[in-house]
């Protein structure tokens, strides 16, 4: 048996993950009698944390919401995960989050033993491009409310507006949360349709629990982000296009990883100055509804590309070129203008 320290630290991690523990089975995770759980649980009152129990032979325990945030014990592979998370939070399309994920971020980097924060660093996953997402956002509110749910397999309801502007009450067992291309979504089965669902998270609103527990259902699909992508296949015309980029992957990745599949296309040589250079070259995969989002995400890279396909995305390239080149010509044409007349005169 631990001794009573470290067993009272991993009670409190148990309870930090799961929303109820029925008292039996806590207790055998814990390698404890009943009492000695008791005992445990009394110590972490003392403590400050705010402790929920349920009498009776279904009884349990559930950690409940304070009037403080008392300490979170997490892992090191929880620390790493949450410092990830929050340093691509900084510039996520949620709504009033980017300056508390800053907040948080620097906390618990200032806090992080060396051995840890190297790990941080060195996963490419940090890397986001700067304050442009491109998509709708969602309110943190909104999104901390239905991630809650998912986890605590509690039924939701919500009000939710549909493509065409049709507003309806939903009422759904929540599965998992999608960040997928510049949306979020809530993949949850649908109660009043009977159905499986994916909702847009920017199209909800008013969600609140009902309190009622279910046991999930198995999804039709390999996974909650594979489910989204057939919806939104089977709902819109979309195109898949690649692009060949005159950059290292690692580069690109880098600024437009989250929105695109960068795969490296080794090294070419290619003449400059009458000199032979070994320059790194990439494909640039994406599956938009829009061409235009394309080229915003090309240009994010600032280096020079080919189209591969399709010959649609070549077309609107060259719609972009001549309609950025009438905006430079016309502002060289005011410059000219005056000298141009006093030649003729």
């Avoid at 990830?84 to 980017?98: K, N, S």
């Avoid at 190297?118 to 509110?141: I, K, M, N, Q």
Wanted: proline letters at 4%; glycine letters at 6%; hydrophobic letters at 40%.
């Amino acid at each position: 048996m631990a001794n009573t320290s470290s067993r009272t630290l991993r009670l409190l991690s148990l309870l930090q993950t799961h929303r109820y523990w029925p008292g039996r089975e806590l207790a055998d995770r814990l390698g404890v009698s009943v009492r000695t759980l008791r005992r445990d649980v009394d110590r972490l009152r003392e403590l400050g944390y705010p402790v929920d129990a349920n009498r009776g032979v279904d009884g349990g325990y559930q950690l409940a919401a304070g009037a403080a945030l008392p300490p979170l014990v997490i892992d090191d592979e929880e620390a790493v995960a949450v410092a990830i998370g929050l340093r691509v939070a900084t510039q996520a399309a949620i709504a009033g989050i980017e300056e508390s994920s800053v907040r948080a971020l620097t906390k618990i980097i200032q806090v992080m033993p060396p051995r840890l924060r190297r790990r941080v660093d060195t996963l490419r996953t940090v890397t986001v491009p700067a304050a442009w997402t491109g998509g709708p956002t969602v309110d943190a509110e909104i999104l901390t409310t239905l991630a809650q749910a998912c986890r605590d397999e509690e039924q939701l309801r919500f009000s939710y507006t549909a493509h065409g502007g049709v507003r309806s009450e939903r009422q759904v067992e929540p599965h998992r949360l999608v960040s997928l291309g510049r949306r979020w979504y809530l993949v949850a089965y649908d109660l009043t349709r009977h159905d499986w669902r994916s909702f847009r998270l920017d199209r909800v609103a008013e969600p609140r629990s009902t309190a009622t527990r279910f046991r999930p259902r198995e999804l039709p699909a390999e996974d909650a982000a594979a489910f989204v992508r057939a919806g939104i296949d089977n709902r819109s015309v979309t195109t898949t296009v690649e692009v060949l980029v005159h950059a290292a992957a690692e580069e690109v990745r880098a600024k437009v990883g989250q929105w695109a599949t960068v795969e490296d296309a080794g090294k070419v040589n290619s003449a400059e100055a009458g000199k032979e250079n070994s320059e790194d070259r990439c494909r640039l995969l994406m599956t938009v509804d829009s061409l235009d989002w394309v080229l915003m995400t090309v240009g994010v890279v600032g280096a020079e590309f080919e189209v591969v396909n399709p010959p649609e995305l070549a077309e609107r390239v060259r719609e972009w070129s001549a309609r950025f080149g009438r905006a430079v010509a016309a502002r060289d044409g005011a410059r000219t203008a005056p000298a141009a007349a006093e030649v003729t005169g």
